[in-house]
């Protein structure tokens, strides 16, 4: 069993920075990839940003430039480091992994991150 959990959400000021945290907890962990994605009310889960075990990222556009994935894999944490902050990015954070040898995703319960203008 898997189980991911964010930390690092809060109120902040539209122009600042926040960063974002995800430790996968479990025995015999072996992750692949890990990532971001965000829900804000009324919209449907959108991708931010994703990292493999070997460094690799990918980023949605519109978060390019501003976020920055990274990972400790010895620790299973994955980070997500958000600069410039704008309303438009207030949602719920959600962290997801998987595993080498899985197409399967598990998922994070989500931390809520407000940008206030």
């Known amino acids: 069993q898997v189980q991911l959990v964010e930390s690092g959400g809060g109120l902040v000021q539209a122009g600042g920075s926040r960063r974002l945290s995800c430790v996968a907890l479990?025995?015999?962990?072996?992750?692949?990839?890990m990532g971001w994605y965000r829900q804000a009310p009324g919209k449907q889960r959108e991708f931010v940003a994703r990292?493999?075990?070997?460094?690799?990222?990918n980023y949605a556009d519109s978060m390019k430039g501003r976020f920055i994935i990274s990972r400790e894999n010895a620790l299973n944490t994955v980070y997500l480091q958000m600069n410039s902050l704008k309303p438009e990015d207030t949602a719920v954070y959600y962290c997801?992994?998987?595993?080498?040898?899985?197409?399967?995703?598990?998922w994070g319960q989500g931390t809520q991150v407000t940008v206030s203008s």
């Open positions: 997801n992994a998987q595993m080498y040898g899985s197409s399967g995703l598990y």
């Open positions: 479990g025995s015999m962990l072996n992750i692949n990839i």
């Open positions: 990292m493999d075990s070997g460094g690799s990222t």
